[in-house]
């Protein structure tokens, strides 16, 4: 009678956890969100009833023409103030000149001397939508609300 | 004479003989081929994995945006959470994916307000509007207008996200 020498030793086989870690992997990747969606909150500068306090709150102006040209004003609640509007025009590219627009924003938001929350975008009739979030976006990088007003003819602005 | 099996003809595979992770004796030293590495195959497949799982977010609205729709980028946007979504493609209206004459906008609106009774549950109510961003804002009139009519006051601009 042969005796048979049993081992004692304890194997592992990977084969199965291979297998199994790439169907996970194959699933995960499927599912997987590659493209960040996001979104910007705008108020409608329309509608909305609000109890009038008699006061008019300070707020800025945002005109974007067809040309791309931007104008930024200020529009005093208390009628103190009157600023000049400030003006620039396209890059090069001949879209929205969105440095020139951070820099004239900021003149304009120093210049006013008051805490103005309340931004309101006039985008004309055919400027694209993604340069006028673009302009959105750089307002909320300021943490200021902005309200979008529907857009307008030429004539209008 | 028995046919050698399968497992006979090919005991020495480089795979078969580092497939099982044990504890090598001293007679199977020598080898006469080059067994291949999967322990650290593991450990990648491991990682990945665990990447994965904490990447894959479950947070946050799946909007639809089609082939032909090329959302506008922001670099300070906010997660997207549920609301109405509003399409706009071609001049032609999606509420929910449903086609809506522009006119009709502000009634569907309505509609959606009263049997929807998660966006009842938000305040304010709001919406998502989809677009292109090539398109002109235009097109967005008369859905500023509807959604006005209808009673919302805050609107959510469906963008990608940028990094800063």
Known sequence: MSSQKKELDFEINLMPVLSIMSLCICFLLTIAVWNRMGMITVQQAIGDVLPSTGINPDSIIIKVHKTRQVVIEFKDGKNEKDLAPLKFGADTAGKINIELFKVNLAKMLSKSGRDVKTILVMPENSVPYGETIKVMDVLKSQKLNVGLAPSVSEEVL | ?164
């Open chain 2, 1 to 164: 004479m028995m046919q050698p099996t399968f497992l006979q003809v090919n005991q020495y595979s480089p795979l078969g003989s580092v497939q099982t992770l044990g504890p090598q004796s001293s007679a199977k030293a020598s080898k006469k081929m080059a067994g291949l590495m999967i322990t650290s195959l593991v450990d990648a497949f491991s990682i990945l994995v665990i990447y994965l799982l904490f990447g894959t977010s479950t947070n946050g609205q799946e909007i639809d945006a089609k082939i032909g729709v090329r959302l506008p980028t922001a670099t300070f946007s906010q997660l997207a959470d549920q609301s109405i979504t509003l399409k706009v493609k071609n001049h032609r209206y999606f509420i929910n994916e449903k086609s809506i004459n522009k006119n009709q906008i502000a009634d569907e609106l309505r509609r959606l307000t009263k049997t929807n009774s998660e966006v009842k549950l938000k305040t304010p109510p709001s919406i998502t509007i989809v677009a292109d961003q090539d398109q002109a804002i235009e097109d967005l009139n008369p859905i500023l207008l509807a959604a006005s009519e209808a009673g919302y006051s805050q609107l959510k601009m469906a963008v990608q996200h940028e990094g800063e």
